[in-house]
């Protein structure tokens, strides 16, 4: 699977931006995606995961501020991020990885298998 992250940029705080995800090449349909982010001397974490069947897993840091959604027409995946924090500043990434079902368990990276290149997301105070 290549995935091929979009949207990034610099905003102020308090901002949006928009990140997409294209993604081809599955030879399966049972699958989970999501966006994880490395912020600056920091561990990689989860950001949004979403399954199959549409559902989501959020981490607490983001809840009500990003959305994450896909168009299936596209194979597209975007995460929707508004009132942007400094601390929101970060590496993002795209990625997807083969689950039972097609559901998301938790954030964990560990469940993941396809990464994109990343697209960097910086937001100033």
């Known amino acids: 699977v290549q995935l091929v992250e979009s949207g990034g940029g610099s905003v102020q705080a308090g901002g949006s931006l928009r990140l997409s995800c294209a993604a081809s090449g599955y030879t399966y349909s049972n699958y989970c995606m999501g966006w994880f982010r490395h912020p600056p001397g920091k561990a990689r974490e989860g950001v949004a995961v979403i399954a199959r069947d549409g559902s989501t897993i959020y981490a607490d840091s983001v809840k009500g501020r990003f959305t994450i959604s896909e168009d299936d027409a596209t194979n597209t995946l975007f995460l929707q991020m508004n009132s942007l924090k400094p601390e929101d500043t970060a590496m993002y990434y795209c990625?997807?990885?083969?689950?039972?079902?097609?559901?998301?368990?938790?954030?964990?990276?560990?469940?993941?298998?396809?990464w994109g290149k990343g697209t960097l997301v910086t937001v100033s105070s």
């Open positions: 990625a997807t990885g083969r689950t039972p079902g097609g559901y998301c368990y938790s954030l964990s990276a560990n469940a993941m298998d396809s």
